[in-house]
């Protein structure tokens, strides 16, 4: 829709209208840039104004919107849930209501509140918070598992690969043991991929797996997210190959 107030004529290029910072007295460069980029991020605009927590909602929802994630009435388990954008959009999608919480998220950072939404605060690698997941579920299997978790970089990529790549692990550990036949996992991953042997075990596990870039995941971010499908509840078939999507 045109804005009546600027009206069709003369109207600037979205590239003149992109806000610019001056570097403030004690702000870095770097930090300059990261405002700017914020400000000028239409995701960042539409999370606003759609009232999510983060632009990170708009990736589990266009996952979602691709492989038809989240169904009416589901339970699912949030992994690393703050600021708490992908529980907001999961308790949305299923229904979810204070009454009848379907959805459980997990953070060691503090989270405001969220409608329908049973929030832990609770390191995930920590030994008893799959029991107390669990517990919080009502004893209760999941249908959806998903897991945003990632470690601060160190920089020294082999080490950072291997942080991910167990908090996959620990994660897929989980929605296995916890998943109703037929469920979904959904992982984020960096640039690299998986490793073949936490690939292969998921394959044994899943119907289907899938390497996905949502759009609003930023083109010079190095992260993915890996989306297994079709949980079997038990290890009978022989695994699939890798699909791409």
Same mark, same amino acid.
């Given at each position: 829709m045109v804005d009546k107030a600027l009206g069709t004529g003369g109207r600037k290029s979205d590239k003149d209208l992109?806000?610019?910072?001056k570097t403030a007295k004690g702000r870095t460069t770097s930090s300059t840039k990261w405002l700017q980029r914020q400000l000028n991020d239409p995701y960042v605009a539409r999370a606003r104004a759609e009232g999510y927590r983060s632009r990170a909602a708009f990736k589990i929802k266009e996952i979602d919107e691709k492989h038809k994630l989240f169904k009416k009435g589901q339970r699912v388990v949030d992994l690393g849930a703050a600021p708490g954008g992908w529980s907001q959009v999961a308790a949305r999608a299923v229904g979810s209501t204070a009454e009848n919480p379907l959805v459980v998220g997990i953070d060691y950072l503090d989270m405001d509140p969220i409608a329908g939404v049973v929030l832990l605060k609770k390191d995930f690698t920590e030994e008893d918070a799959p029991d107390m997941l669990f517990a919080a579920m009502g004893g209760k299997k999941a249908d959806v598992v998903i897991s945003d978790m990632a470690w601060p970089t160190t920089g020294h990529r082999p080490t950072d690969h291997l942080r991910i790549v167990h908090l996959i692990e620990i994660a897929a550990d989980f929605a296995i043991q916890v998943l109703n036949p037929n469920g979904s996992f959904v992982a984020k991953v960096f640039q690299g991929g998986t490793e073949h042997e936490l690939l292969h075990m998921l394959k044994r596990h899943f119907r289907s797996t899938?390497?996905? $870039?949502?759009? @609003?995941?930023? $083109?010079?971010? @190095?992260?993915?997210?890996?989306?297994a499908k079709g949980f079997k509840g038990e290890v009978d078939a022989a695994p699939r190959g890798d699909d791409e999507g």
């Open positions: 992109k806000i610019r910072l899938y390497h996905v $870039k949502p759009p @609003a995941s930023r $083109k010079d971010s @190095a992260e993915a997210y890996l989306v």
